[in-house]
């Protein structure tokens, strides 16, 4: 047996005895997995006479190359609401097809250039090279997860690409509301938010005021800002009450805020600049006197027998 390749006429031929033709035959259909695809344009089995040798002849071999993806497809973080296209790249198709199929429940999206889902906010284009986009409008929370592009060979082809869809900050509903607390108690203002990444939580005063909070009995210390969903108070003092803003930002604009108010219930105290004056007869005296309280108080003026001024 023996075989050689024609290099000027491009052809490849091989001969053999009928009882090496089983094995060599064996041997040749193993050759195409080697070396790729085989094109046969002529074949042709040439019997001679008397030495019962076989002719197998190859007047063109072409060398197919398998379809292959020219790059990975790139991740991407688009905001909701926007339009996110995830790019395929694919060298050597042929006779080939390119689908897009959803990762997470192997939903197909399109064939080659044709949509096949019913979610009418899906598209795909093809820049009549060897780019396919999926394109996605109006992007959704539910939209976020990987897309993989698939080829239709014997093995299948894949690539995956993610996209993760960003979302404002949302304050939910579970979110303290304003909030009356007696001098001394304790209190807690909490605020929570929705929102893609995760939102964060900034407390600061509505006047610019720094934020007191107590740590101890004669402990007290200031901030501007703080940090957390819970902002707490131990034994609360008049001076802490006031209009607490809660704002949630994740990067994403536009950032969200809540007015929260916080009243400090504490009882009448007063305080009278001058507790004796002395005036001639007959002339105009004007006494004075101040209230502090929460909520506010009704004042009035009383003689010391008991008698109510009722202009004053």
């Known amino acids: 047996?023996?075989?050689?390749?024609?290099?000027?006429?491009?052809?490849?031929?091989?001969?053999?005895?009928?009882k090496d033709l089983a094995p060599l035959m064996k041997q040749f259909l193993r050759f195409p997995m080697k070396l790729g695809r085989l094109e046969e344009r002529s074949r042709k089995f040439v019997q001679k006479s008397g030495l019962r040798e076989w002719k197998h002849e190859w007047s063109t071999v072409h060398l197919l190359?398998?379809?292959?993806?020219?790059?990975?497809?790139?991740?991407?973080?688009?905001?909701?609401?926007?339009?996110?296209?995830?790019s395929c790249t694919v060298n050597n198709?042929?006779?080939?097809?390119?689908?897009?199929?959803?990762?997470?429940?192997?939903?197909?999206?399109?064939?080659?250039?044709?949509?096949?889902?019913?979610n009418s906010r899906i598209g795909v284009t093809h820049d009549n090279l060897n780019t396919w986009q999926l394109?996605?409008?109006?992007?959704?929370?539910?939209?976020?997860?990987?897309?993989?592009?698939?080829?239709?060979?014997?093995?299948?082809k894949i690539a995956k690409g993610c996209l993760d869809v960003y979302v404002p900050p949302d304050i939910n509903d579970d979110t303290s509301g304003d909030l009356s607390v007696s001098e001394g108690d304790n209190a807690t203002l909490w605020c929570k938010a929705t929102g893609h990444p995760t939102p964060r939580i900034v407390w600061k005063r509505e006047d610019s005021q720094?934020?007191?909070?107590?740590?101890?009995?004669?402990?007290?210390?200031?901030?501007?800002?703080?940090?957390?969903?819970?902002?707490?108070?131990w034994r609360?003092?008049?001076?802490?009450?006031?209009?607490?803003?809660?704002?949630?930002?994740?990067?994403?604009?536009?950032?969200?805020s809540k007015r929260i108010a916080l009243n400090v219930n504490f009882a009448p105290a007063i305080k009278v600049p001058n507790q004796l004056l002395g005036a001639p007869l007959n002339t105009d005296v004007q006494l004075e006197c101040y209230v502090e309280a929460f909520p506010n108080t009704i004042n009035y003026w009383i003689k010391n027998r008991g008698e109510m001024l009722l202009n004053g």
């Open 93 to 118: 198709l042929g006779k080939y097809k390119v689908a897009w199929v959803r990762a997470e429940d192997q939903t197909i999206l399109s064939l080659h250039s044709k949509v096949v889902t019913h």
């Open 135 to 156: 394109r996605i409008r109006q992007l959704k929370e539910s939209d976020r997860g990987c897309y993989m592009c698939q080829i239709n060979t014997a093995i299948m």
């Open 210 to 233: 720094s934020i007191v909070l107590r740590k101890g009995p004669r402990e007290y210390t200031k901030v501007d800002t703080f940090n957390g969903t819970h902002l707490n108070f």
């Open 1 to 18: 047996m023996g075989n050689h390749r024609n290099k000027s006429l491009g052809k490849l031929e091989i001969s053999c005895r009928e």
């Open 65 to 86: 190359e398998e379809p292959e993806f020219a790059s990975p497809i790139n991740n991407l973080t688009v905001p909701v609401g926007r339009e996110a296209i995830l």
């Open 236 to 256: 609360l003092d008049r001076k802490q009450m006031g209009a607490y803003l809660c704002i949630a930002s994740n990067d994403v604009p536009p950032a969200v």
